[in-house]
């Protein structure tokens, strides 16, 4: 079986340190076992999520 884990912020603001301990954790959860790790990024909050917000937490 295959370890599949994400990170699925929401683009309503910049990155800051939980959400990036989060997607280092998942990451090294995922290469430890030799499984993959997926960026996707939630839309339960339409009204605030700004394209630029996502762009930053790829760019990060």
Do not use: C
């Not at 997926?38 to 996502?54: C, G, K, L, N, W």
């Amino acid at each position: 079986m295959t370890v599949t884990v994400r990170f699925a912020p929401s683009p309503t603001g910049r990155i800051h340190i939980g959400n990036a301990r989060t997607a280092l954790f998942n990451w090294l959860f995922a290469m430890n076992n030799k499984g993959r790790f997926i960026q996707r990024f939630d839309d339960t909050d339409v009204a605030r999520s700004m394209q630029e917000f996502s762009d930053a937490i790829l760019y990060d």
